[in-house]
């Protein structure tokens, strides 16, 4: 089976570009997770589906950053107006349906580099 | 709120030594407690997790006990290879239940 899968593996954007990462999941997985992480500040949540549905954004920056997930095969993370501060690995996990203190299985990240 | 401690920042070691990493928490409830490895340019990757009090998690080699009473979930392993070289994070869901908090991670350095 394959693990969870995020396109690009790197992005650079200019300050001020729109940046959007892709992330397909594992099949009959159904919850989906995005985190960042950076050496300054560690690994951070920034949001979570369940069935599709957003349940928790409480990790996301108010603005410029959206996330969706349209269909249970694929989320998306879209950051407006990038910014230096912005660059980072952004890492989507996900897990099967029962998921109380299920352990996420990671992709291999998108490294977005704003220059 | 819920918070995870790992106290070494990087740990050095050479081949066939012995690792330990500690791992403390801080947390309402019951949490499941994880232990996950990232090697460079990759996702992190789940060691294993333990979601009761004694319960022991182990893969490869590695292996930790869930210990209430001292809120601890330290990483062991007997005999560290270089392959072992990669950076350890302990994590616990908290009170949301999906919702993973990291420690701060340990750089694992085996020395030639």
């Known amino acids: 089976n394959a693990g969870v899968i995020q396109t690009p593996r790197h992005k650079v954007t200019g300050k001020g570009q729109e940046a959007t990462l892709w992330c397909e999941p594992i099949s009959g997985h159904s919850a989906v997770f995005w985190y960042r992480q950076t050496i300054v500040q560690g690994l951070e949540f920034l949001t979570y589906f369940r069935n599709q549905a957003p349940i928790d954004d409480s990790g996301m920056p108010k603005e410029r950053f959206s996330a969706q997930m349209p269909n249970q095969s694929h989320s998306t993370l879209k950051i407006q107006s990038t910014q230096p501060q912005d660059s980072a690995v952004y890492l989507c996990?996900?897990?099967?349906?029962?998921?109380?203190?299920?352990?996420?299985?990671f992709g291999e990240g998108t490294r977005l580099s704003v220059l | 709120g819920d918070s995870v401690t790992q106290t070494e920042g990087q740990v050095a070691l050479s081949e066939e030594d012995f690792l330990t990493i500690h791992c403390n928490y801080s947390a309402s409830g019951y949490p499941t407690l994880f232990w996950y490895v990232q090697y460079p340019g990759e996702g992190p990757q789940l060691l294993f997790r333990a979601s009761r009090d004694k319960e022991k998690g182990s893969s490869r080699g590695f292996e930790a006990t869930y210990d209430k009473g001292t809120t601890s979930f330290h990483l062991r392993k007997a005999s560290v290879q270089e392959s072992d070289s990669a950076v350890y994070y302990c994590?616990?869901?908290?009170?949301?239940?999906?919702?993973?908090?990291w420690g701060s991670g340990t750089k694992l350095i085996i020395k030639p």
């Open positions: 996990a996900s897990s099967p349906p029962n998921y109380n203190n299920q352990a996420p299985l």
């Open positions: 994590a616990l869901s908290g009170d949301s239940n999906y919702q993973l908090i």
